[in-house]
């Protein structure tokens, strides 16, 4: 396991079609002391935490990420759950075996959809005005960053 400033990076290995072994994950599943077992998890000091929203907002929180304003609260909860509305229909379509028959109809909306982030983001320089929130950019520059998968091997699309 790599470890670099303090992080150790822990993957768990899912076997291939038609089962999808998990066993490596579920052996260990009880082991950290997560109050919620799940993957992803993140212990950082004496917090366990579970849930990708709930480690991306502890990273956000110890960097100075978060909306400071009740404006900038408020379009941060506004603008996570869009986001995560938009990532449940892309997971939808994913996880569907007819996939290539819907993916058209999906990707016909989906210029509408982003329209909404381009008209809000046409207001002001960052998502939450002129403070900037958690940097996808500069996460993505990370060599801890991996493009792909973008879901699991049960996955019909994102899932190599």
Not at 2 to 26: F, I
Request: proline content about 7%.
């Amino acid at each position: 396991m790599p470890m670099t400033q303090g992080y150790e990076e822990k993957k768990y290995m899912m076997g291939d079609a038609p089962d999808y072994d998990r066993s490596q994950w579920l052996n260990e599943k009880f082991k950290p002391g997560l109050d919620f077992p799940n993957l992803p998890y993140l212990t950082d000091g004496a917090h366990k935490i579970t849930q990708s929203k709930a480690i991306l907002g502890c990273i956000a929180y110890k960097h100075n990420l978060c909306g400071e304003t009740e404006r900038e609260k408020i379009w941060e909860d506004i603008l996570e759950n869009q986001l995560m509305d938009n990532q449940m229909q892309l997971a939808r379509l994913c996880y569907n075996p007819d996939f290539e028959k819907l993916k058209p109809e999906y990707l016909e909306a989906l210029p509408a959809m982003l329209k909404f982030y381009l008209q809000f983001l046409g207001k002001q320089p960052w998502f939450l005005g002129d403070k900037i929130g958690l940097e996808i950019s500069a996460c993505m520059k990370s060599s801890h960053f991996l493009p792909r998968p973008v879901f699991t091997k049960m996955a019909v699309w994102g899932n190599k």
